[in-house]
């Protein structure tokens, strides 16, 4: 499916999965097997559960590690298809420290595949205020909730931004392949 955008209407943007963002822990053993976990593509999911179950249940974690481990759990969560305990998790990450923008990131990607898109697009919004490291991975999300609300020229201008930010990332440019770009006519 292609989708024509105007160019007058590109014009008043401003540019501003499997590619959720895990949060890199320091604290126990139990809490760096449960980001290496949700670092890996080919770990189990149950195996990783575990690790981030016995890194939670101990006192000793910070913060800021308690807040990454819920994030990677939740990562794993989702994996294993049980995206409601994932937003509970990346939930109790964001109680524990609300500026996390990898938590506000990867809540979003759970909120997009329940077809939320509004709410969505307002977590990917929010990764992007705080600063996420992988602005990207946020805008390219963001450019999916966008689209999936028939928000095209808003989705075009955040693939584009995705692309501009990692030249190459195929996942944007297969998405932009899908849009049409014309003139507007112009009404005098």
């Not at 994030?71 to 994996?79: A, C, D, E, P, Q």
């Not at 506000?104 to 595949?113: M, V, Y």
């Not at 990764?127 to 609300?149: F, P, T, V």
């Amino acid at each position: 499916m292609r989708f024509l955008i105007s160019l007058a209407a590109l014009a008043i943007i401003a540019p501003a999965s499997a590619t959720a963002q895990s949060v890199v822990t320091i604290g126990t053993s139990q809490a760096r097997g449960c980001y290496e976990a949700a670092m890996s593509v080919t770990s189990r999911a149950s195996t990783g559960l575990a690790l981030c179950e016995a890194a939670l249940a101990q006192d000793a974690l910070s913060r800021r590690d308690r807040a990454a481990t819920e994030v990677n759990m939740g990562i794993l969560l989702m994996h294993a298809g049980r995206s409601d305990e994932a937003l509970a998790a990346y939930d109790r990450a964001l109680g524990i420290q609300p500026q996390l923008a990898e938590a506000w990131l990867n809540r979003g990607i759970a909120r997009f595949a329940a077809r939320e898109y509004a709410l969505a697009e307002a977590d990917f919004t929010r990764s992007l205020e705080l600063n996420i490291r992988e602005a990207h991975k946020a805008y390219y999300h963001r450019a999916l909730a966008l689209d999936a609300r028939e928000l095209y020229p808003q989705a075009y201008a955040d693939f584009q931004q995705a692309l501009e930010l990692a030249p190459g990332w195929n996942l944007p440019l297969r998405e932009l392949e899908r849009y049409e770009v014309v003139r507007a006519p112009v009404n005098g």
